[in-house]
């Protein structure tokens, strides 16, 4: 089976690995990977320089969705995992010109306790006592989707929304909690409320369950388990990932700088074509290209898939790492950054104390602050050069965090149309995607459109949608360990310089 991969940033490069090792293990499969811009690895793009790393796109992954780090391990990487320094895990919030910090106990959005929750500034009076009412919440379950700001409104009042969801939930996706899906984006609180009808109520039962699984634990597995991070990421910077994977396949098969045009489907299977009307034939396709641009692709084979896949809107997002010589810096406050509400009316979303965060990856003496901009309110940014959007960022350090100082480096990156956003009705419009889908032989999506926006379910996906074509009966049990090579870099030179 021939099988052409669409779109070569994480999600496609975890799909051709899965190929790649198939094939290695007697799978009959074939595999292309198709990428439209000069380099692969989509939005991850890191670099390092003097020491310190520089991450353009995700700085990170969640250690709790397994996906990302076992990657990693099966790529020889596993030395090169960190987790973040969760000793300095506080996120402040701005309220005008100040930092004021999330109260401990918050867990994301639900406070758990008391007197931090009644001594913080973030919040009125008025707003603690609407918190605290909470615990009172009546049960809701089967309801419809709604927005997040809807259902945070409902429990906690709009204070919750304009100072707790929105910057949250703009620093994950760029997006608008009026917007998100409550039902897609924080399925865990659908639930709790199903269950509890408090989501606090629901939150503290929850915590004395994991409580009570960890007292049951045997002191020597609790010897040998090291405390988990809550973020992991690669010493030398995300890249390491995607030169990994690079390094896996068979430059032959790996094309950039080479866009799909258009598909067509008939008896005999699949048609990509390209720039100049050249066409290729295939048996499987696996898309993981954004979903608007997935859409231009079907539009020709399935106008209402077409139509599905254009209706999930995207925003876009701009990084700004600025590296500082530390000692010319004003003290920061403890913690990992901080998140600007809308209500602030500010171009900047969020920043993050890099050198904080993941210690290791800074040179000594330098502190990086990596600032986010853009998102879904933010698209007119993009628009202005790189130097007006530094200079508008480094006036609203001036203003929150004191720094006058130039930095040694400024970097400045736009995402364009790169961050799915999960509006209300999500779930329900992947369900028909994937029907509509399953109606086409041997087509697969993948990528943050549809499952989880973070790289864990990328690569899930990607994997996923891989395994189903190469091994269409099940992948058999007991599959002989496949040998990994051990000179990733030179295959990675080899697919730059065969371009
Ligand atoms: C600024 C930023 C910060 C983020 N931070 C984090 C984080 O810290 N942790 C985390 O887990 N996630 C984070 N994310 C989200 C995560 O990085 C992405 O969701 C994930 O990397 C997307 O991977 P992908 O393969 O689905 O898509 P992409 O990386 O967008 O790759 C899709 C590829 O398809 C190609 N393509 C499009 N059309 C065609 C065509 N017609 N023919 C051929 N190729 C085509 C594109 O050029 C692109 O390379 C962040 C995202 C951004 C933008």
Redesign the pocket.
């Known amino acids: 089976m021939r099988i052409a991969i ?8 975890a799909a051709a690995y899965e190929l790649e090792l198939a094939r290695r293990a007697g799978a009959a499969v074939e595999y292309a990977l ?4 000069p380099r ?5 793009s890191s670099r390092s320089t003097g020491g310190t790393v520089i991450e ?7 250690t709790e969705k397994p996906a ?1 780090i076992a990657l990693c391990r099966e790529l020889g990487l596993g030395e090169s995992l960190v987790g973040s320094d969760d000793r300095q895990r506080k996120t402040f919030i701005v309220v005008g010109r100040r930092l004021v910090a999330l109260p401990d106990g918050l867990m994301f959005l639900v406070p758990t306790r008391l007197m931090p929750t009644l001594l913080t500034r973030l919040f009125s009076p008025l707003t603690k006592l609407r918190m605290g009412m909470e615990w009172f919440h009546g049960r809701r379950s089967g309801a419809q989707d709604e927005s997040v700001a809807s259902f945070v409104r409902r429990h906690y009042g709009q204070a919750a929304v304009d100072r707790l969801a929105d910057p949250l939930l703009s620093g994950i996706y ?1 997006g608008d909690a009026e917007q998100l899906s409550v039902q897609s984006v924080l399925p865990a609180m659908v639930r709790l409320e199903a269950e509890y009808g408090s989501l606090t109520r629901g939150m503290l039962a929850a915590r004395r369950r994991q409580r009570a699984a960890q007292a049951v634990q045997t002191q020597a597995a609790r010897a040998t388990t090291p405390p988990r991070t809550i ?1 992991t990421t690669l010493r030398g910077g995300l890249q390491q990932l995607v030169d990994a994977l690079i390094g896996q396949l068979d430059p032959e098969c790996v094309h950039v700088s ?4 258009s598909m067509e489907h008939d008896a005999s299977g699949w048609r990509l074509r390209f720039a100049e009307r050249a066409t290729e034939r295939f048996d499987g396709i696996i898309l ?3 979903a608007w ?1 997935a859409a ?2 079907v539009r020709d084979v399935h106008g209402p898939l077409s139509d599905e896949l254009a209706g999930i809107r995207y925003s876009s ?1 701009i ?1 700004v790492n600025f590296v500082f010589d530390e000692a010319k810096l004003p003290e920061l406050p403890p913690g990992f950054g901080f998140l600007v509400p809308a209500v602030e009316r500010r171009a900047m979303l969020a920043c993050t104390f890099v050198h904080r965060k993941f210690p290791g990856r800074t040179a000594s003496g330098q502190a990086v602050l990596r600032c ?1 901009a853009g998102g879904a309110r933010g698209e007119a940014m993009l628009g202005e050069s790189d130097e007006a959007i530094a200079l508008r960022l480094r006036e609203e350090l001036r203003q929150i965090l004191g720094i006058v100082g130039e930095p040694l480096l400024t970097e400045v ?1 736009r ?1 364009t149309r ?3 956003q999960y509006s209300v009705g999500h779930a329900a419009r992947v369900g028909r995607i994937r029907e509509q889908i399953d109606a086409l032989p041997n087509l697969h999506v ?4 549809y499952d989880g ?4 379910d ?1 690569i899930r996906l ?1 994997r996923q949608a891989a395994e189903r074509l190469a091994w269409p009966d099940g992948k058999p049990e007991g599959k002989p360990e496949t040998e990994l090579k051990t000179q990733p870099q030179a295959r990675v030179e080899a697919v730059s310089r065969a371009k």
């Open positions: 669409v779109g070569g940033g994480v999600a496609g490069l198709f990428e439209s811009s692969l690895g989509g939005v991850i353009h796109g995700p700085d990170s992954f969640l990302a760029g973020f080479c866009a799909v045009k993981a290209t954004p641009a231009e692709l997002s990084t986010f990156r995402w790169s961050m799915a993948a990528g943050n459109a926006i973070g790289i864990p990328c990607g």
